[in-house]
């Protein structure tokens, strides 16, 4: 078990205290001052009110930071891949594209998980495009910014100063993290949820959420195993491990924003209990993006928060199959959708895809490419790939017609590098790639 938001507030509050001390270089006149000076001159500070903070990550600790920064009179902007203009209007501030944040922000804090996709989302192209003399905050995971290119910067004076409590190698030292050298740097060790009553919190929390189980069989914050009966499970478990990989793949797919999601339940899938089933695919869209952990049971709960609308439909009409799961996301009005059913009973396979079919293995790496029908462009990605030595274990295909749109599927040993990426959107007839990563 888990204990989702006993630190939400604290981390929050670091943050900000992170960005007060940056701002008034609380750290580097104490030390001054400790060492018998009076230097007031040099150490000037900046005001936060009626900056403009852009905000990496809006889950529930990016929500507490941005009201905290409301509180100060601050212009908030934030991007996160399920943040629509609905939620972001509840809570008074702008949703952003990643590039429009990035330009616009004085200063800019993340709160997004370590993900492929967040591994250097700050990084010396995204720091050229930043305002010059922006301030950084880090206090999520170390390895979203690159560190390399953020003291490139800081020694450049593209960016005036950092905050930094998280870092790529813990414990950090100088020789590790050229950083802690920059006297316009302040750090902490990680310190984002050491308060007392933080801590607290979260012991108090599972101890009660322990105690529910051994007594009345609730569970509470699960991050392996959905609230179901013991005898309904064995049923079900099949289907909940299709749900959460269909829902992986396609929020894979989809850049941001997400309105709704729907879960057809098809055939007799249809009289099984669905309510573990339809958690498993909230899990599955959820949990690559977001900050706090999403599990079989405080997904809906987090879908509710953020303002996406869950819907399940039932039908006992599943075409030539016994049973199938269909998932649909609405993003900004545009529908993305993914089918799957189960071979032998157990054996996961998504066979649409939008308007394509196909029989994909839904497990590790794989790249889905959309590209145009024609001659050659399986044969340039096998060669690119080999090229630079990734082996490809499967390949699937579907077409609309002959020489339309198609989608290739190519499942793969080992994850590309975002360089490969770029140059497989190059290839001649390839309209776009994504890399999915799942569960093998």
Same mark, same amino acid.
């Given at each position: 078990?888990?204990?989702?938001?006993?630190?939400?507030?604290?981390?929050?509050?670091?943050?900000?205290?992170?960005?007060?001390?940056?701002? +008034?270089?609380?750290? !580097?006149?104490?030390?001054?001052?400790?060492?018998?000076?009076?230097?007031?001159?040099?150490?000037?500070?900046?005001?936060?009110?009626?900056?403009?903070?852009?905000?990496?990550?809006?889950?529930?600790?990016?929500?507490?930071?941005? +009201? %905290?920064?409301?509180?100060?009179?601050?212009?908030?902007?934030?991007? *996160?891949?399920?943040?629509?203009?609905?939620?972001?209007?509840?809570?008074?501030?702008?949703?952003?594209?990643?590039?429009?944040?990035?330009?616009?922000?004085?200063?800019?804090?993340?709160?997004?998980?370590?993900?492929?996709?967040?591994?250097?989302?700050?990084?010396? #192209?995204?720091?050229?495009?930043?305002?010059?003399?922006?301030?950084?905050?880090?206090?999520?995971?170390?390895?979203?910014?690159?560190?390399?290119?953020?003291?490139?910067?800081?020694?450049?004076?593209?960016?005036?100063?950092?905050?930094? *409590?998280?870092?790529?190698?813990?414990?950090? =030292?100088?020789?590790?993290?050229?950083?802690?050298?920059? =006297?316009?740097?302040?750090?902490?060790?990680?310190?984002?949820?050491?308060?007392? #009553?933080? !801590?607290?919190? $979260?012991?108090?929390?599972?101890?009660?959420?322990?105690?529910?189980?051994?007594?009345?069989?609730?569970?509470?914050?699960?991050?392996?195993?959905?609230?179901?009966?013991?005898?309904?499970?064995?049923?079900?478990?099949?289907?909940?491990?299709?749900?959460? +990989?269909?829902?992986?793949?396609?929020?894979?797919?989809?850049?941001?924003?997400?309105?709704?999601?729907?879960?057809?339940?098809?055939?007799?899938?249809?009289?099984?209990?669905?309510?573990?089933?339809?958690?498993?695919?909230?899990?599955?869209?959820?949990?690559?993006?977001?900050?706090?952990?999403?599990?079989?049971?405080?997904?809906?709960?987090?879908?509710?928060?953020?303002?996406?609308? /869950?819907?399940?439909?039932?039908?006992?009409?599943?075409?030539?199959?016994?049973?199938?799961?269909?998932?649909?996301?609405?993003? *900004?009005?545009?529908?993305?959708?993914?089918?799957?059913?189960?071979?032998?009973?157990?054996?996961?396979?998504?066979?649409?895809?939008?308007?394509?079919?196909?029989?994909?293995?839904?497990?590790?790496?794989?790249?889905?490419?959309?590209?145009? *029908?024609?001659?050659?462009?399986?044969?340039?990605?096998?060669?690119?790939?080999?090229?630079?030595?990734?082996?490809?274990?499967? %390949?699937?295909?579907?077409?609309?017609?002959?020489?339309?749109?198609? /989608?290739?599927?190519?499942?793969?040993?080992?994850? $590309?590098?975002?360089?490969?990426?770029? #140059?497989?959107?190059?290839?001649?007839?390839?309209?776009? $790639?994504?890399?999915?990563?799942?569960? $093998?």
């Amino acid at each position: 078990m888990n204990t989702p938001g006993g630190n939400t507030v604290t981390t929050a509050e670091h943050t900000m205290a992170l960005l007060f001390s940056m701002v +008034r270089q609380i750290p !580097q006149a104490t030390v001054s001052m400790k060492q018998g000076k009076w230097e007031k001159k040099k150490f000037m500070g900046v005001e936060v009110f009626n900056k403009t903070l852009g905000i990496i990550g809006l889950g529930n600790i990016g929500v507490q930071v941005a +009201r %905290m920064a409301q509180g100060m009179g601050m212009n908030v902007i934030a991007y *996160d891949p399920y943040l629509n203009e609905e939620k972001a209007r509840a809570l008074g501030i702008k949703a952003a594209g990643l590039d429009e944040l990035i330009q616009n922000a004085d200063f800019i804090t993340v709160h997004a998980p370590l993900t492929n996709e967040t591994k250097y989302i700050i990084n010396a #192209e995204r720091i050229a495009m930043m305002k010059d003399g922006v301030r950084i905050i880090n206090a999520a995971r170390g390895g979203i910014v690159d560190e390399k290119a953020l003291y490139d910067a800081l020694k450049s004076g593209k960016v005036a100063a950092a905050a930094i *409590d998280v870092f790529e190698k813990e414990p950090a =030292d100088s020789t590790a993290c050229p950083l802690l050298e920059l =006297d316009n740097v302040i750090c902490t060790p990680h310190l984002g949820a050491a308060t007392e #009553e933080a !801590q607290e919190n $979260v012991a108090i929390a599972i101890a009660e959420q322990i105690v529910d189980y051994l007594l009345s069989g609730t569970i509470r914050h699960a991050v392996n195993f959905p609230s179901v009966p013991a005898d309904v499970l064995p049923a079900i478990q099949p289907y909940i491990n299709l749900a959460e +990989r269909l829902g992986s793949f396609l929020s894979q797919t989809i850049d941001r924003g997400i309105n709704e999601i729907t879960v057809e339940y098809r055939g007799d899938v249809a009289k099984l209990v669905l309510a573990p089933i339809t958690a498993a695919v909230l899990k599955g869209v959820l949990a690559l993006i977001l900050e706090e952990t999403v599990n079989f049971v405080n997904a809906s709960l987090i879908a509710k928060e953020r303002g996406i609308e /869950v819907k399940e439909i039932t039908t006992a009409d599943a075409g030539d199959y016994h049973s199938m799961l269909v998932v649909r996301i609405m993003v *900004d009005k545009k529908e993305s959708m993914v089918a799957g059913v189960l071979y032998g009973k157990k054996e996961p396979r998504i066979i649409r895809v939008n308007n394509f079919t196909v029989e994909i293995v839904p497990e590790g790496e794989m790249l889905l490419l959309s590209n145009i *029908d024609k001659p050659g462009v399986i044969g340039n990605i096998g060669t690119l790939l080999g090229e630079n030595s990734i082996n490809i274990s499967r %390949m699937q295909f579907g077409r609309e017609k002959l020489g339309g749109k198609a /989608v290739s599927v190519v499942s793969i040993d080992t994850p $590309v590098s975002k360089e490969i990426l770029a #140059e497989i959107k190059k290839l001649p007839n390839v309209l776009s $790639v994504k890399q999915i990563q799942l569960p $093998v």
